[in-house]
């Protein structure tokens, strides 16, 4: 309970954050172990879009993009008939992604356009904001492209991409999808239409473009690997599998074919040879301050006390059984006296009880 949350502090286990320094910059007290690489993205795919859309594209000025990707609304009627009002109230047009809650409609005029699968890295050169569920990477492909942004959070990471982006003046504050309201959503898209917001986004836009997010995390993740802890000693191109202890005290780590060779030609024995742990790991709870450090002691002298007096009881019934049993392993068929068998009838269902409520009371104090 106390060292479980400090694990990965403990043991300094390597993390990579794959987000942008230009949106969340890695804090001064991170240690050197935690690195934040940059998004990674994937090479653009090759896109020709439909004529539909492509006429809708040209035929106004750049609507926003409202989407909620992979997330099942339960009720996607209503949702839709938020947006549809939001986009009148707003007074601009909008491309509304269909997503996995089939979000369409009849007789919505000139000024929506539904879309099925598209890319998000084509699309979002399109657009003059986007509007979504929050995940990581639709997030990342409108930064990228420079495009204000309004988050509607369902779950998980998704309200801390849209605090993060509201704090870096890219869009205003995260709407979670139970408080939506025309209203609301309305004066966010308005908020992201504002030079002030088109500004922030582009500044982050430029610095992600100078990030390469898959070759800075491949190189954090070698920075962390030492490579002197994983290598055979004989064969160093190989990777060390087994330790094997030396008849001078000493142990070498090998790989499989060198303890194979090793054991064929007899230079040393099975039983010397062990799996190899390049990163032990070994957790103690540590008392580095006065509260746990205290209370360390006074479970200490809890648990001494209550055995001392549990002793008092004990010891001589103890001795008492000890003595029986030995008197009927000589064969002496004498019966005990009958104060000493009624000392036993309530003192031994005693000692039960009380070891029992001791062993509670331990279980609880841990």
């Known amino acids: ?13 390597p993390y990579t954050y794959c987000w942008s320094p230009a949106l969340v910059p890695k804090p001064s007290d991170w240690a050197d172990h935690i690195d934040v690489s940059g ?11 439909p004529a539909d859309l492509a006429n809708f ?31 009148k109230e707003a007074g601009v047009r909008a ?36 509007v979504h569920h929050g995940g990581a990477g639709t997030t990342a492909a409108g930064l990228l492209c420079g495009r204000p942004t309004t988050i509607i959070p369902f779950f998980g990471d998704q309200p801390f991409w849209g605090e993060r982006i509201a704090a870096s003046g890219a869009g205003p504050f995260p709407i979670h999808h139970q408080k939506l309201s025309v209203s ?32 800075a995390a491949a190189a954090s993740f ?3 690997l030492n490579l002197q802890t994983l290598c055979c000693d004989i064969i160093p191109s190989r990777p060390a599998v087994y330790d094997i202890d030396l008849r001078s005290g000493k142990s070498i780590k090998v790989s499989a074919a060198v303890a194979g060779i090793l054991l064929k030609h007899e230079r040393t ?51 008492h059984r000890d003595a029986e049993n030995e008197a009927r392993a000589k064969g002496d068929q004498s019966q005990p006296s ?29």
């Open 1 to 13: 309970m106390s060292e479980a949350p400090f694990v990965a502090e403990t043991l300094r286990i």
């Open 39 to 49: 998004f990674i993205f994937r090479n653009p795919p090759q896109y020709n879009p």
């Open 57 to 87: 594209l040209q035929a106004g000025t750049p609507p926003v993009y409202i989407g909620f990707g992979s997330i099942v609304i339960a009720e996607p009627e209503v949702l839709l008939r938020k947006i549809l009002d939001t986009v």
């Open 95 to 130: 491309i509304i992604s269909k997503g996995w809650s089939e979000l369409s409609g009849q007789d919505t005029g000139d000024d929506v356009f539904f879309v099925g699968d598209c890319p998000h890295e084509w699309l979002f050169q399109h657009v003059s904001a986007v």
């Open 184 to 215: 609301n959503l309305a004066e966010a898209i308005k908020f992201c239409l504002t030079p002030e917001a088109s500004a922030a986004a582009a500044r982050i836009a430029e610095q992600m473009r100078t990030e390469t997010g898959v070759e």
């Open 222 to 224: 070698q920075r962390h």
């Open 269 to 319: 024995q099975a039983k010397r040879i062990k799996l190899y742990e390049a990163n032990k790991i070994r957790i103690e709870n540590r008392r580095w301050d006065p509260f746990s450090s205290a209370a360390s002691s006074i479970l200490a002298l809890s648990y001494d006390t209550v055995t001392a007096i549990n002793g008092i009881w004990y010891e001589p019934y103890k001795v």
């Open 338 to 366: 009958e104060g000493s068998s009624k000392v036993s009838n309530w003192l031994v269902p005693l000692l039960s009880v009380f070891q029992k409520l001791l062993g509670l009371c331990l279980k609880r104090l841990e």
